[in-house]
């Protein structure tokens, strides 16, 4: 089993549709949850952290369930430049500050 | 601006030669780390240094090696004992503890030919 898991995708979603993307991951040592995101050929950035009581940043909303080890983002009103791949990314458990990668989740937003 | 450089962009490396992607810092972090991409894989991780002349391998550290003579600078080389170094290579940084979030650079893309 990956450590951590996501649905590859593509998701391809009309502008303005809201996209959500969800990710499990195995070690429930697990501390500290983000979501990147990746463009074509680029290094990932970070979107946002992801805490237990949930966030949400503009239009993109995180949640963390740690009952069932469970990560999601929502997109609302997508735009033609949210279109990348969407990378999960756990802490490796513990003191530790090593980062678990999945292998992310492409959504390409349509006019 | 802070940031982080990596250098060269492309790379095109003949079998059996070893090459050395430069990797700098400049936001005082203590922390840096070096990650391989290959397409339909996540990231995986080659070596990571947490101070000044001290590093631990990762999960694919075979035919690798790094140095962190300079909190700013953490170099990658990749030796010919590496069987498949065709990838995208990522540096990273982060302070330690806190969030643990990471900062990457650019990435140096390698072409064995």
């Known amino acids: 089993r990956k450590e951590v898991e996501q649905d590859p995708g593509p998701f391809n979603v009309p502008e303005g549709a809201t996209v959500a993307f969800n990710c499990t991951y195995s070690?429930?040592?697990?501390?500290?949850f983000f979501w990147y995101r990746q463009d074509c050929r680029k290094e990932p950035k970070l979107l946002m952290s992801?805490?237990?009581s949930g966030n949400e940043d503009g239009r993109f909303t995180a949640q963390l369930n740690r009952a069932s080890q469970y990560i999601s983002l929502l997109i609302r009103d997508s735009k033609l430049s949210d279109s990348a791949t969407y990378l999960c990314?756990?802490?490796?458990?513990?003191?530790?500050?090593?980062?678990?990668f999945g292998t992310g989740t492409l959504l390409a937003v349509q006019p | 601006d802070g940031g982080i450089t990596q250098s060269p962009k492309y790379l095109f490396r003949k079998e059996g030669q070893n090459v050395t992607l430069s990797c700098e810092q400049n936001?005082?972090?203590?922390?840096m780390y070096w990650y391989r991409q290959d397409p339909g894989q996540g990231l995986r991780l080659i070596y990571y240094s947490q101070i000044v002349n001290d590093f631990q391998k990762g999960d694919i550290a075979e035919g690798y090696s790094v140095s962190r003579e300079k909190k700013e600078s953490f170099p990658l080389t990749v030796t010919s004992a590496q069987k498949n170094p065709t990838a995208f290579y990522l540096c990273?940084?982060?302070?330690?503890?806190?969030?643990?979030?990471?900062?990457f650079g650019p990435g140096t893309r390698l072409t064995v030919l």
């Open positions: 992801v805490y237990s």
């Open positions: 990273a940084s982060s302070m330690l503890g806190g969030t643990f979030e990471q900062f």
């Open positions: 936001l005082n972090h203590d922390a």
């Open positions: 990314v756990v802490t490796g458990g513990g003191a530790t500050n090593k980062l678990i």
């Open positions: 070690n429930s040592a697990s501390q500290s």
